[in-house]
C-alpha cells in the first residue's frame, strides 16, 4: 500500500496532465476536447479537495494537535481561492472564449503549483507521519480519489 502522500502527490500529477490537455484543446479551438479534459480536471481537483478536507485533514488535526491557522487551515483557504477560479473557466468554457479559459487557467495554474508545493512538502510528510499507518483513512482517501 502506497503512503498516503504518495497517493496525494500522484493524484497531483494526474491533475495537472488533465490540465495541460485542457489548455491544449482550448489553444486549438477545439472545444469538446477541452471540455472533456477540462471536466475530468475539475472533477478530479475538487475530488482532492474533498479527500483533503472531509477525509485527511480532521484527523490530522487531531492527532497533531495543530488547529487554527496551521497547514490543513491554510490549504482549506487556499482550496476555497481556487474554486472560483474553477467557476470561471467553467463560464469561459461554456462560451467558448479561449482567452478567458486561458488566462483564468494560468492564474489558476499557478496557485495550483505553488500549493502543490507546500502540500507535498509540508503536509504531506504530516499527514504519513500522523496517519500513514491508519488503513481506514488512506482506503477512504484512495476510494475518494478514484471515485
Given at each position: ?50 479527500v483533503e478536507e472531509d477525509i485527511l485533514f480532521p484527523p490530522l488535526e487531531e492527532r497533531s494537535g495543530i488547529t487554527s491557522g496551521g ?77
Amino acid at each position: 500500500m502506497a503512503k498516503l502522500g504518495e497517493t496525494m502527490e500522484k493524484h497531483h500529477k494526474k491533475c495537472d496532465e488533465d490540465f495541460a490537455a485542457a489548455e491544449e484543446a482550448a489553444h486549438k479551438g477545439d472545444w469538446d476536447a477541452c471540455a472533456k479534459a477540462y471536466t475530468k480536471f475539475r472533477d478530479e481537483v475538487l475530488a482532492h479537495f474533498s479527500v483533503e478536507e472531509d477525509i485527511l485533514f480532521p484527523p490530522l488535526e487531531e492527532r497533531s494537535g495543530i488547529t487554527s491557522g496551521g497547514p490543513p487551515q491554510m490549504m482549506r483557504e487556499e482550496h476555497e481561492q481556487m474554486r472560483p477560479l474553477l467557476q470561471q473557466m467553467d463560464n469561459a468554457l461554456e462560451q467558448k472564449n479561449a482567452g478567458n479559459f486561458t488566462a483564468t487557467g494560468e492564474t489558476l495554474l499557478v496557485m495550483m503549483q505553488q500549493h502543490n508545493m507546500k502540500e507535498e512538502n509540508i503536509l504531506y510528510p504530516m499527514i504519513d507521519h500522523h496517519l500513514g499507518d491508519d488503513r481506514d483513512i488512506t482506503a477512504r482517501a484512495e476510494a475518494g480519489l478514484n471515485g
